[in-house]
C-alpha cells in the first residue's frame, strides 16, 4: 500500500518538474542554510573552547595594582604592589593547587644572524602547571634552575620556528637583549589567546633571571602578575573571597578600601565568551529558519494548488472505494517526499558549502552527525506541518461535488 502510494507520488511530481523543482528550491535552501549556519556556529564554539582551554582552567589572575600621582591613574600593573612572598602565601591557601609569580618583558631575540621582539615571562616551574603547558621537546627548568637565576629558556613553538627554522634549538644559545640563554624546551603549541594574541610567540625564563638581567630588578622580589589554579571549580567561589582577603591582609588594606591589586576569574571571562558564542550560533540558526518557513509556504502553496487541479481524481477516487485517510495520506506523503528530497539536495549544498568556507578560512568546519539528523528531521516536519492543511482539505472533497470540478 505504502508503496504504491509513494510511486503515485512520484508520478504527480514527475507530471509538474519544473513545478516541483521550485517547490524544492525553497526547502534545499533552507535546509542548506540551517546546516551551514549550525556548522560555522558550532566552528566558533569550538574555536572559543579551545582558546578558553588553552588559557588554563580554574585560573585567577592577580594584577598589580595602579598608581595615582597628581589625578593621573596608570592602568593596571602601573605600580609594583605584588611580590613573590604574596604567591608563597597565596599558595598555602586552601583549595590552591599551584601559584605561579610572573614578571614580563618585551626584549629582543637574537640568535646568529636572525632576531626578533617577544614577550619574556619570567616564573617558577608553576607556571606551566597553572597554564596546563606541556613541553613539546626538551625540558622544564626548575626550583634549582629559579634560585640560581641560571639563565636558560623555554621557547613557544612560533618563536623556536621564527629563530631556528628546521635547527633544532635544544642546546643553542640565544641572546635576550644583550644576555645569553641556553634553549632547554620547546613548548607545545597554545594558539591565540582571547584577545588575539599569539601564546606561541613567547619565551619562559626563571623568574631571577629576569629581574636580575633583563629588567634591573636584581634586588627586589616584586612582581607583575600571579597566577593562581584552584583545585577544581567548586572552590572557586570560595577561594576568590580567600585572595581578596589574604592580600588585603598582606598588604594592610582594610576592607572597604581601594585595593592595590586587580583579583580576574578567567572562568568567569571564558565563561561569558563561550555565552556569547553560543548566542551567536542560535542567532544564526534563527535567522536561517527563516528561509525554512518560508519554504515551507511554499508546499503549502503548490499543495494547495495541486488539490484544485485534481480535485475530479480525487473525486473518482473516492467514488471507487477511496476512504478520506488514503487521500490524506496521499497528498501527505507527497508533501513529505518533496521536503525530504529538497532536504537532502540541501544537506548536500550545506555541506559543500561548509567545506568551501572552511578552504577560504583555512578553519575546520566539520558537519556534525546531529546537524545531518536534525536537517532530515527539519525537513521531514517541514513538509509534514505544511503539508497537512492541504492534505485534509483533498480528504474532506464531497465525492459528488469533485466529480461535477472541471
Known amino acids: ?126 607556571y606551566l602547571m597553572a597554564r596546563d603547558w606541556t613541553i613539546a621537546q626538551g625540558n622544564v627548568f626548575d626550583d634549582s634552575d629559579v634560585r640560581q637565576a641560571r639563565r636558560v629558556a623555554l621557547l613557544g613553538s612560533s618563536t623556536a620556528n621564527t629563530l631556528f627554522g628546521d635547527e633544532n634549538p635544544i642546546g643553542q644559545t640565544i641572546r635576550i637583549g644583550r644576555t645569553p640563554f641556553e634553549v632547554i624546551g620547546i613548548l607545545g603549541s597554545k594558539g591565540q589567546s582571547l584577545d588575539g594574541r599569539n601564546q606561541d610567540d613567547t619565551v619562559i625564563v626563571p623568574l631571577t633571571a629576569v629581574q636580575r638581567y633583563l629588567t634591573g630588578n636584581r634586588f627586589r622580589n616584586s612582581v607583575r602578575m600571579i597566577l593562581v589554579q584552584a583545585s577544581s571549580d567548586e572552590v572557586m567561589p570560595q577561594l576568590e573571597s580567600d585572595l581578596d582577603n589574604l592580600l588585603r591582609e598582606r598588604h594592610r588594606i582594610a576592607a572597604d578600601a581601594e585595593a592595590d591589586f586587580s583579583l580576574n576569574n578567567l572562568a568567569a571571562i571564558a565563561e561569558t565568551a563561550a555565552q556569547t558564542a553560543r548566542t551567536m550560533s542560535l542567532l544564526l540558526g534563527a535567522i536561517a529558519s527563516i528561509s525554512l518557513i518560508v519554504g515551507g509556504i511554499g508546499i503549502m502553496n503548490i499543495m494547495l494548488v495541486s488539490v484544485t487541479e485534481r480535485t475530479r481524481e480525487i473525486g473518482i477516487r473516492m467514488a471507487i472505494g477511496a476512504r478520506q485517510k488514503d487521500v490524506l495520506s496521499q497528498f501527505l506523503l507527497e508533501s513529505l517526499v518533496i521536503s525530504i528530497t529538497g532536504g537532502a539536495i540541501g544537506l548536500l549544498v550545506g555541506m559543500g558549502g561548509a567545506h568551501l568556507v572552511g578552504r577560504i578560512w583555512q578553519a575546520d568546519i566539520g558537519i556534525s552527525v546531529d546537524a545531518v539528523v536534525l536537517a532530515f528531521m527539519i525537513s521531514a516536519g517541514t513538509g509534514v506541518f505544511f503539508g497537512f492543511y492541504p492534505a485534509l482539505k483533498a480528504s474532506r472533497l464531497d465525492p459528488i461535488e469533485a466529480l461535477r470540478y472541471h
Not at 17 to 39: D, N
Not at 58 to 77: D, Q
Not at 95 to 107: E, I, L
Open 1 to 126: 500500500m505504502l508503496i504504491s502510494m509513494l510511486y503515485e507520488a512520484m508520478l504527480a511530481m514527475a507530471a509538474n518538474r519544473l513545478r516541483t523543482f521550485l517547490t524544492m528550491l525553497g526547502m534545499m535552501i533552507g535546509v542548506a542554510s540551517v546546516v551551514l549556519m549550525v556548522a560555522l556556529g558550532q566552528s566558533a564554539r569550538d574555536a572559543v573552547q579551545k582558546t578558553i582551554d588553552s588559557m588554563g582552567s580554574h585560573l585567577f589572575v592577580v594584577l598589580a595594582g595602579s598608581s595615582n600621582s597628581g589625578g593621573l591613574r596608570s592602568g593596571s600593573g602601573g605600580v609594583t604592589t605584588l611580590t613573590a612572598d604574596d604567591a608563597k602565601a597565596i599558595s598555602e591557601l586552601s583549595g590552591v593547587h599551584v601559584s605561579a609569580p610572573v614578571v614580563q618583558a618585551r626584549q629582543q631575540l637574537v640568535y646568529g644572524s636572525v632576531n626578533w621582539s617577544s614577550d619574556i615571562y619570567g616564573s617558577t616551574a608553576d
